[in-house]
């Protein structure tokens, strides 16, 4: 795919936190265990070894204190109970530990509305944060007509068991068309999560203030990955860490993905800094059915680390909990905004950020160039760094991934994400230097066990 090109550094003003001390056991050492024209005006960016401000100031946390969880179950009992979907929860998990502050719990109207209008929040300071995508809970009539008069829910997981408290609620109508013509910006049928979570959901949505039991937990062997902003914070500072660069991918890490961020912290490295550390945060909530799941992802970002293409002492290994909405230039917005809060004052932005096929036309939904324009220009994230790709390729003259040289265009091939699933679907190997052997053959052994019989070739797939 691609790499960066010379970034425009946005000014970031930064100051100390503190944050609860993580386990003595972390990420990365457990594996082996982020120049466009803007109508911005950027001073040059300013050293420091603190970490950037969360939006709002500071992280908003939505759990219940431990002294007060007893009477937050009591209560619960005599409340009406609304059952969360799995991507529900995801959403909960995203705003219990703060991704989404200084959201509160699940949006209110007037805060759905300047989402879907404006791609963000102006908070009571009049200050604007970014917020690009709804994180809404959408409910159908029985539900709406069982609350009632109730001001409070309980929220229970498809077990019953209660997971949080939404007080202070507002309901109001859930206008699915403009939700999904403003965020897709098309209305096509086939858009992955509007199928899962739109379609079929409620016609209310219901917001309020969220008070969350306990932290959420998969139980999938993978919960020690999933870092809080907070935790990150807590990691970077105890590794004296004066720049975070974040970079979001749902796909496996190729040769060409590492070459982007040993560039990119090189680059750092000259622009000053004394311990830039990359946080590598691949996307650990919904996925469509065609992506890598995300236990083959972490094997195969493992064997990054272990086989040396990234260097452990200089990444921290995390799972991001949000569920993708393929959305493009809008979400990609949510991606960079989410990882301000984790600490990062660097994000890395690629060619189609977010983007896929549209679902019935032979086309990309979204325009390639358009996700890294709009991030330099996004209201609320101009504290935020932006770096761009810079093409890369596999170079055959050197037998390895590089940035493309158009001068020589003929020494380059380029492996597109479809072909490079294909190849390990039919158990062949990409040119030596693509990508390191142990992350190829977790890749391969992922297709294995999806074939429908053995040593069975499976066909290049028809673009969508």
């Given at each position: 795919?691609?790499?960066?090109?010379?970034?425009?550094?946005?000014?970031?003003?930064?100051?100390?936190?503190?944050?609860?001390?993580?386990?003595?056991?972390?990420?990365?050492?457990?594996?082996?265990?982020?120049?466009?024209?803007?109508?911005?005006?950027?001073?040059?960016?300013?050293?420091?070894?603190?970490?950037?401000?969360?939006?709002?100031?500071?992280?908003?946390?939505?759990?219940?204190?431990?002294?007060?969880?007893?009477?937050?179950?009591?209560?619960?009992?005599?409340?009406?109970?609304?059952?969360?979907?799995?991507?529900?929860?995801?959403?909960?998990?995203?705003?219990?530990?703060?991704?989404?502050?200084?959201?509160?719990?699940?949006?209110?109207?007037?805060?759905?509305?300047?989402?879907?209008?404006?791609?963000?929040?102006?908070?009571?300071?009049?200050?604007?944060?970014?917020?690009?995508?709804?994180?809404?809970?959408?409910?159908?009539?029985?539900?709406?007509?069982?609350?009632?008069?109730?001001?409070?829910?309980?929220?229970?997981?498809?077990?019953?068991?209660?997971?949080?408290?939404?007080?202070?609620?507002?309901?109001?109508?859930?206008?699915?068309?403009?939700?999904?013509?403003?965020?897709?910006?098309?209305?096509?049928?086939?858009?992955?999560?509007?199928?899962?979570?739109?379609?079929?959901?409620?016609?209310?949505?219901?917001?309020?203030?969220?008070?969350?039991?306990?932290?959420?937990?998969?139980?999938?062997?993978?919960?020690?990955?999933?870092?809080?902003?907070?935790?990150?914070?807590?990691?970077?500072?105890?590794?004296?860490?004066?720049?975070?660069?974040?970079?979001?991918?749902?796909?496996?890490?190729?040769?060409?993905?590492?070459?982007?961020?040993?560039?990119?912290?090189?680059?750092?490295?000259?622009?000053?800094?004394?311990?830039?550390?990359?946080?590598?945060?691949?996307?650990?909530?919904?996925?469509?059915?065609?992506?890598?799941?995300?236990?083959?992802?972490?094997?195969?970002?493992?064997?990054?680390?272990?086989?040396?293409?990234?260097?452990?002492?200089?990444?921290?290994?995390?799972?991001?909990?949000?569920?993708?909405?393929?959305?493009?230039?809008?979400?990609?917005?949510?991606?960079?905004?989410?990882?301000?809060?984790?600490?990062?004052?660097?994000?890395?932005?690629g060619r189609d950020p977010a983007g896929m096929s549209h679902p019935i036309e032979k086309r990309d939904l979204y325009d390639a160039d358009h996700g890294r324009k709009v991030l330099t220009m996004a209201p609320g994230l101009?504290?935020?760094?932006?770096?761009?790709?810079?093409?890369?390729?596999?170079?055959?003259?050197?037998?390895?991934?590089?940035?493309?040289?158009?001068?020589?265009?003929?020494?380059?091939?380029?492996?597109?994400?479809?072909?490079?699933?294909?190849?390990?679907?039919?158990?062949?190997?990409?040119?030596?230097g693509f990508m390191c052997p142990g992350g190829w053959k977790v890749l391969v052994e992922y297709y294995d066990s999806l074939a429908p019989a053995e040593n069975e070739r499976v066909p290049e797939p028809i673009p969508a």
């Amino acid at each position: 795919m691609a790499a960066m090109a010379s970034p425009y550094l946005k000014a970031s003003t930064r100051h100390p936190h503190s944050f609860p001390k993580l386990l003595k056991t972390h990420p990365a050492s457990s594996f082996n265990l982020r120049p466009l024209p803007t109508t911005r005006t950027r001073p040059a960016t300013r050293i420091s070894a603190s970490l950037i401000d969360p939006d709002g100031g500071k992280l908003v946390e939505l759990f219940v204190k431990e002294s007060e969880k007893q009477s937050k179950l009591q209560q619960a009992l005599s409340l009406p109970k609304i059952r969360l979907s799995k991507i529900d929860l995801q959403w909960v998990h995203v705003l219990s530990e703060g991704w989404a502050s200084p959201l509160k719990g699940f949006m209110r109207e007037s805060e759905f509305l300047q989402t879907l209008h404006f791609n963000s929040l102006r908070l009571e300071d009049g200050s604007v944060v970014n917020m690009s995508v709804p994180i809404v809970l959408a409910i159908d009539d029985a539900q709406k007509n069982r609350i009632g008069p109730f001001t409070s829910v309980a929220l229970v997981d498809e077990k019953d068991d209660l997971v949080a408290i939404l007080s202070k609620i507002e309901i109001y109508k859930h206008n699915k068309e403009e939700r999904i013509a403003r965020t897709w910006g098309t209305t096509a049928p086939g858009l992955p999560y509007v199928e899962e979570a739109i379609t079929g959901a409620g016609n209310w949505l219901i917001g309020g203030d969220l008070e969350v039991i306990n932290p959420i937990k998969y139980n999938d062997d993978l919960d020690r990955f999933r870092l809080s902003p907070a935790q990150l914070r807590d990691e970077f500072e105890r590794r004296n860490t004066d720049a975070v660069f974040a970079f979001q991918l749902r796909n496996p890490v190729h040769n060409g993905h590492a070459l982007l961020m040993t560039d990119t912290r090189r680059h750092l490295l000259e622009l000053g800094y004394k311990n830039p550390v990359l946080l590598l945060h691949p996307l650990g909530g919904y996925t469509k059915a065609d992506d890598v799941p995300l236990s083959w992802r972490m094997r195969q970002h493992e064997k990054v680390l272990e086989d040396g293409v990234l260097d452990p002492e200089t990444t921290v290994v995390s799972i991001f909990p949000s569920p993708m909405h393929y959305a493009g230039p809008t979400e990609v917005q949510w991606h960079a905004k989410a990882r301000i809060n984790a600490g990062a004052n660097f994000y890395i932005v690629g060619r189609d950020p977010a983007g896929m096929s549209h679902p019935i036309e032979k086309r990309d939904l979204y325009d390639a160039d358009h996700g890294r324009k709009v991030l330099t220009m996004a209201p609320g994230l101009e504290r935020l760094n932006i770096l761009p790709f810079k093409v890369a390729a596999y170079d055959k003259s050197q037998g390895k991934m590089a940035f493309f040289d158009p001068s020589r265009a003929q020494d380059f091939l380029f492996i597109s994400g479809t072909k490079m699933r294909t190849l390990a679907k039919n158990r062949e190997n990409p040119p030596d230097g693509f990508m390191c052997p142990g992350g190829w053959k977790v890749l391969v052994e992922y297709y294995d066990s999806l074939a429908p019989a053995e040593n069975e070739r499976v066909p290049e797939p028809i673009p969508a």
